[in-house]
């Protein structure tokens, strides 16, 4: 697979690791493989994404619960760490908030468990992925989210192509002007397949696997 280099920040601890080919996800073909594993996994990075995206919500968005997305618990759990201490301008200070991760059926769909519901139900839900390209997943997130009565207060994303999914704010801190010539298509429209360009790896939130 070609060569991954970084797009780097002022902070050491928070860049986006990406390399450029022809690439397949579930939904999309993309001319770029975004690689968030180590921000999901170390805590220092994790720590500074969540640093990063909590200033939108830290002074006028309750949050009861994080619904983490592609393997997100980490920077979720981080985010709830920031937005719960003791601060006089931290509207969920001293407050509990949950870190859950969804379960998915065979056909996609988003499902919890009666032991979960609560923690969705009449609470402020936020969305919290490693990326929002195509908003299939996310949107199926919100949908669930409303399904089982909880109230979506936003999406967030290490990085996002779009500031709005289903109607609701998508906060990100890399977005496709840091490539500068990201694309996405669908498998009909490809530009990449027109042109013969063999298929370098299928991705998705795991990884990438090399064809």
Known sequence: MAELYKIRTKNKNLFLRVAKGHFVTSHSHTNYYIDVTTQKTRLSEAK??????????????IIDTILCLDG???????IADDLTKE????????????VITPEFTSGGQLLFRDNLT???????????SASVTTGETAKAAIEAVKYYDGKVVGVSAIFATTDICDGYPVNSIFNPHDLGDYESHDSHSCPLCKQGIKIEALVNSFGYSKL
């Open 87 to 98: 601060d006089f301008v931290n509207m969920n200070a001293h407050q509990t908030i949950y």
């Open 118 to 128: 609560p923690m969705i139900k009449n609470k402020h839900v936020l969305v919290l």
């Open 72 to 78: 997100t618990e980490v920077i979720g759990a981080c």
């Open 48 to 61: 500074a994404v969540a640093k990063e995206l909590v200033a939108t919500y830290r002074n006028h968005t």
